[in-house]
């Protein structure tokens, strides 16, 4: 079956680490999406990529930094720029054109100490 | 960019009442999009809606947008407990998506 997987479901590290999240997706989608989701707030656009080798930030990009080297692939990774990195990273993903939904992976949540 | 508001903010109902859950937006909307999502777990997309005026139906779960597209209602009857989850609201602006801050459903058996 189609769809996207995000690794690990649980991630834990130290403060000052910078720490990798993977989603992949087998679904042949061109846009990609990584959203943090915090008590409270909803979820807020991290980053996008509508095609491989580009990508544009969202609305809270600062302390965070992707790639899209493969269509299947859009890791995120949260630098120790990044004040609060402790949250909920959910990872999306949806064809171009037209009004097509997001799907959504599983989500990983990260907790940093 | 585009401004989602939901209400309420959570609802807590006994099994078998209905529910309505709102999402206004701040500008004209041109794609609607519900989700329900569980605790601590991604999102479920439940349905799409463009035009003004249109209202669709899944199960016992049906979406309204106004005539004005800025305002989507989400109406649940008979609800069960498996309903139980945070419903979202969003709205896709350029190639963009944006989220309300969703709605935290409990229902009690």
């Known amino acids: 079956d189609g769809g996207i997987t995000q690794s690990p479901k649980y991630l834990f590290r130290k403060e000052g680490q910078n720490v990798t999240l993977s989603c992949e997706q087998n679904?042949?989608?061109?846009?990609m999406y990584w959203y943090r989701q915090d008590p409270g707030q909803g979820l807020r656009l991290i980053y996008y990529?509508?095609?491989?080798?580009?990508?544009q930030k969202g609305d809270i990009a600062e302390g965070y930094s992707v790639s899209r080297e493969k269509k299947e692939s859009f890791p995120l990774t949260v630098t120790s720029a990044q004040k609060n990195p402790t949250a909920f990273y959910l990872c999306?993903?949806?064809?171009?054109?037209?009004?097509?939904?997001?799907?959504f992976g599983n989500g990983t949540r990260l907790t940093v100490t | 960019s585009q401004e989602l508001e939901q209400s309420p903010q959570s609802l807590i109902v006994q099994e078998g009442k209905n529910l309505t859950i709102n999402c206004t937006s701040s500008?004209?909307?041109?794609?609607l999009y519900w989700y329900k999502q569980k605790y601590g777990e991604g999102l479920i997309f439940l349905m799409m809606?463009?035009?003004?005026?249109e209202e669709k139906s899944h199960e016992k779960i049906t979406a309204k947008l106004d005539e004005k597209k800025q305002q989507s209602s989400l109406h649940i009857t008979a609800s069960q407990p498996s309903h139980a989850g945070i419903y979202l609201c969003?709205?896709?602006?350029?190639?963009?998506?944006?989220f309300g801050t969703g709605t935290s459903l409990t229902v009690i058996p």
């Open positions: 999306a993903s949806s064809t171009t054109g037209g009004s097509s939904p997001l799907h």
């Open positions: 679904l042949n989608h061109d846009a």
């Open positions: 990529s509508q095609i491989v080798n580009d990508f």
């Open positions: 500008k004209t909307l041109y794609g």
């Open positions: 809606l463009q035009k003004g005026g």
């Open positions: 969003g709205a896709a602006t350029g190639n963009q998506f944006y």
